[in-house]
């Protein structure tokens, strides 16, 4: 498993995220694979912006952070899979010759659906090159923030019968949907290494397959039970159904995305003594603390449920008295600034230097 316990006893530097196949790099990864105790260069590379590790395939794969990858990975596509398959039957029963009133769509569908491939195309192209700007894992968030904030607004679109508002959410998606495909070879190579992008890349196209199946069935099967209950194939009741299960998909993808350690800094960030948990929110590290506080006070009447009190003997003007310190517990969330951060990357590094100084020294 890739966690915080693996990286913190560091295995082979270089061959990884964001190294070349350059001469610098590769004397780089040769030294430091003689360890941290024969390599003094070790703690520069952990001290660089980027730093490099290597990971081999199965710890790769059997990560936390590749499966909440895969699941953000899923969310992002199902909805833009769903429905471009199902795109000229949705204007049809909602805006054209199958809906309440019959007429011909603004658009014809085969337009709408050859459009719709080039906002997928434009989303490939500009969605990684802002990920190159911005970093993968913000680039991710805002795209699975702007599905959310489709899918929210969908039902009351198809309920307006707005065809224009309609397709500018299809195709706003649809930038998206391209998007997600275009950056998620370079957020794995980030990630796990070159080494490991192939075959990490293919296990996480499974979601594509998945995608497809399930959601499709999920989408059909809801549109035939009204059908089969009474409804009209041009109610949007059956619509705001499937635009739901959607949405919830897509903000457990969203969750899934904040927790994902994006970088070797992540995973090697140092955790006080109460953290209970940490994530990373647009380049910001966010930390919930479940924090104990140490007050004296007199013997209690009662005991709150968030406190506990320990006997504890103190002398005041020579006259021994018993009072109580108080240990009461709160939860506090903090947002490091990026200089607060940089402190403890610093101090966590002194640290390692000072371990790996007490390991090379030999007992006396």
């Keep these: 498993m890739v966690d915080e316990a693996d990286f913190s006893r560091p295995k082979h530097p270089g061959c990884g995220a964001g190294s070349d196949s350059g001469s610098k790099n590769g004397t780089e990864a040769a030294g430091a694979q003689l360890g941290p105790a024969k390599n003094p260069r070790y703690l520069a590379i952990l001290g660089s912006e980027r730093p490099v590790l290597y990971i081999s395939l199965?710890?790769?794969?059997?990560?936390?952070?590749?499966?909440?990858?895969?699941?953000?990975?899923?969310?992002?596509?199902?909805?833009?899979?769903?429905?471009?398959?199902?795109?000229?039957?949705?204007?049809?029963?909602?805006?054209?010759?199958?809906?309440?009133?019959p007429q011909d769509p603004p658009l014809p569908a085969y337009l709408a659906v050859s459009i719709e491939g080039g906002f997928n195309m434009a989303g490939r192209v500009l969605v990684g090159l802002l990920s190159d700007i911005v970093g993968r894992k913000t680039t991710f968030l805002v795209i699975l923030l702007t599905q959310i904030g489709v899918l929210v607004c969908m039902p009351f679109v198809i309920q307006a019968e707005s065809f224009w508002g309609f397709m500018t959410l299809v195709w706003t998606a649809t930038v998206c949907y391209g998007g997600g495909f275009g950056m998620i070879p370079a957020f794995i190579a980030d990630m796990f290494g070159i080494n490991n992008t192939s075959s990490c890349h293919g296990v996480i196209l499974t979601a594509w397959s998945l995608a497809s199946i399930c959601g499709g069935l999920a989408f059909t099967g809801v549109i035939n039970h009204y059908i089969d209950t009474g409804s009209m194939p041009y109610e949007t009741k059956m619509y705001t159904v499937n635009f739901m299960w959607m949405l919830v998909l897509v903000i457990i993808g969203f969750v899934c995305c904040l927790f994902i350690r994006s970088s070797i800094r992540d995973r090697l960030f140092p955790a006080p003594p109460d953290q209970v948990m940490r994530m990373r929110v647009f380049g910001r590290v966010f930390r919930v603390l479940y924090s104990v506080w140490h007050v004296n006070a007199p013997p209690p009447s009662s005991t709150p449920l968030d406190t506990e009190y320990a006997p504890a003997h103190y002398t005041d003007n020579s006259t021994s008295c018993l009072q109580y310190t108080v240990r009461k517990r709160q939860l506090r969330c903090e947002l490091l600034t990026k200089e607060q951060e940089q402190v403890e990357w610093e101090e966590y590094l002194v640290l390692r230097a000072v371990q790996h100084r007490l390991m090379k020294e030999p007992d006396v």
């Design 58 to 101: 199965a710890e790769a794969l059997l990560s936390r952070d590749f499966w909440l990858l895969y699941m953000s990975f899923l969310a992002n596509i199902v909805f833009c899979l769903v429905i471009l398959s199902n795109l000229p039957k949705i204007i049809d029963r909602l805006f054209g010759k199958g809906s309440r009133d």
